[in-house]
């Protein structure tokens, strides 16, 4: 029991990051990718920040001199974050865009049948 309090947001961020595979491997529908897709960076950036999380951790800010850097959160990982966020949305809204030309052009989300209908 105490190795899932331990490590609980590391088995969440696996797991959705493994749903998101799922997804993207078995769904044949464009939209459900991208879906699967967005998943998969969610969970990543999870990841990322329950690595620099610290149990009773403090901001990172020397505003008394009691406190101690082993002691306060790494913001690296939080900044890193932040820029995944948006660079995610910049990949999901491509991703969205060439949906609605793929459409448009023909007529189907389906994967199989754009690959088929490319000859």
């Known amino acids: 029991m105490e190795f899932i309090e331990n490590y609980l947001y590391y088995i969440a961020s696996f797991g959705l990051i493994l749903i ?43 505003s008394h001199k009691d406190l101690l850097p082993s002691r306060m959160v790494d913001p690296v990982p939080q900044a890193l974050v932040l820029t995944a966020i948006v660079i995610g949305v910049a990949i999901l809204a491509l991703a969205l865009t060439l949906t609605i030309v793929l459409y448009r052009h023909y007529g189907t989300l389906n994967v199989r049948k754009i690959r088929d209908l490319k000859w």
């Open 20 to 62: 998101g595979l799922y997804i993207m491997l078995v769904k044949k529908n464009l939209i459900k990718m991208i879906i699967g897709l967005s998943i998969i960076d969610t969970g990543v950036n999870i990841l990322l920040i329950s690595m620099g999380y610290l149990k009773e951790g403090t901001a990172p800010i020397f």
